[in-house]
Every structure is written in C-alpha cells, then in structure tokens.
Nanobody, 125 residues
Framework: QVRLEESGGGLVQPGDSLRLSCVVS????????ISWFRQAPGKEREFVAG????????VYGDSVKGRFTIIRDNAKNAAYLRMNSMEPEDTAVYYC??????????????????WGRGTQITVSS
C-alpha cells in the first residue's frame, strides 16, 4: 500500500522560512514524479513545485518561483520543499503527490496517482 506522509507545517511569520518533508512508503522503485500542491480555503488546489525521479528537472508555480525549492532524496524515499520569504498568501494546506512516470511532470492535480493527507501552513504576524 502506497502511503505519503507530509510533515513540517505550522505557524510562521511573514519573511520566515520553513521546510516541508514528504516520505513515501510502500513503493519498491523511485521511478515517479513527486510534487507539492497547496489549497487555501475556498480555492482550487494549486501546483507549487515538482521534481522528476532523477532530480534532473524541476518545475515551479509562478507564485513561488525564486522563493521555494524542491529536492528529493531517493535513498530516503523523501522529498522536501524549502520555503523562503514566506507571505500570508502562502497560507494553505500543503500536499505531496506522486505520479508513476519517468519523464512527465504535470501540474494538474488529476494527473497524480497518490496523495498525502496534507499539512497546514499559516503565515501570519
């Protein structure tokens, strides 16, 4: 059974940094794209960042470019989202998701096969 577990959320102030972790279990191979999404109240789920299984390609949503960084550690079956210069608009539930593919990096939530339960981030002074 595939399971994704996010951690690292919480309450931060504007300008702060935070790192989210996503650990994947129940998979024999790491040949999947892993991405982060977020969903604020009353809004659709939004693509934040994604990375291919090799780590050789990353894609970022426009609202986080230059502030967020995604990396993965296949030895630990994990991915991380480093968030700098956080803004109140970053407040949302953050989800990690994986897609079984060796070269695709989609931004649509419907393209992904497995999801974590999410972790709340609140950016407020």
């Amino acid at each position: 059974q595939v399971r994704l577990e996010e951690s690292g959320g919480g309450l931060v102030q504007p300008g702060d940094s935070l790192r989210l972790s996503c650990v994947v279990s129940g998979r024999t191979f790491n040949t999947y794209t892993i991405s982060w999404f977020r969903q604020a109240p009353g809004k659709e789920r939004e693509f934040v960042a994604g990375i291919l299984w090799t780590g050789g390609r990353t894609v970022y949503g426009d609202s986080v470019k230059g502030r967020f960084t995604i990396i993965r550690d296949n030895a630990k079956n994990a991915a991380y989202l480093r968030m700098n210069s956080m803004e109140p608009e970053d407040t949302a539930v953050y989800y990690c998701a994986i897609k079984d593919t060796i070269r695709a990096l989609p931004i649509a939530p419907a393209e992904y096969d497995y999801w974590g339960r999410g972790t709340q981030i609140t950016v407020s002074s």
